[in-house]
């Protein structure tokens, strides 16, 4: 099974997020379909992730800007990926990721859109955006969705853009 919030595209390079609960997100064999079917042309990389945590877009949302994370690093069963070594990051911790406070959906390296609910706004996250570079955050109430464990980027999905669109 191979699920969309679990698949992470950095240009040639695709993460892919597999939970170590067996009953939630991606597992090993969609893993292993998507590094077969893609072939020599990506590298594709399996990302083990804690049992509490249901997606990969759940602890790591990249790029608001280049080599720039925001990112749970207690979330990942076996470390964070070498790939994002030397990223520049911003941390939340267990309980944030658990209330989406990673599953934002980045427009470009300057615009990113961000959910809030009336128990988390997501805050700390936001100041931490704007402080670095001047990225512009946009919140959106996203209440339900959030209780029912989806956020923006489970809504929208990577997007495709051409020509710096």
Request: hydrophobic share 40%; with cysteine; net charge negative.
């Amino acid at each position: 099974m191979l699920e969309g919030g679990d698949v992470m595209v950095l240009g040639s390079t695709i993460l892919v997020g597999n939970s170590m609960n067996p009953s939630v997100g991606s597992n090993e064999a969609g893993y292993r379909w998507l590094k077969n079917f893609l072939g020599e042309a990506y590298t594709v990389i399996r990302v083990p992730l804690i049992p509490e945590i249901l997606h990969l877009d759940c602890a790591l949302s990249i790029p608001p800007r280049s080599g720039l994370a925001i990112i749970c690093p207690e979330a990942f069963a076996e470390g964070i990926p070498d790939v994002l070594e030397g990223f520049d990051t911003i941390p939340v911790s267990l309980e944030e990721a658990s209330r989406l406070a990673v599953n934002g959906l980045p427009v470009d390296a300057r615009h990113y859109i961000m959910s809030v609910n009336s128990h988390h706004d997501n805050a700390s996250v936001r100041k931490a955006l704007e402080d670095r570079g001047g990225i512009s955050v946009y919140p959106v109430y996203f209440g339900v969705h959030n209780g029912q464990g989806g956020s923006l980027r489970c809504a929208t999905q990577a997007l495709v853009r051409r020509g710096g669109e």
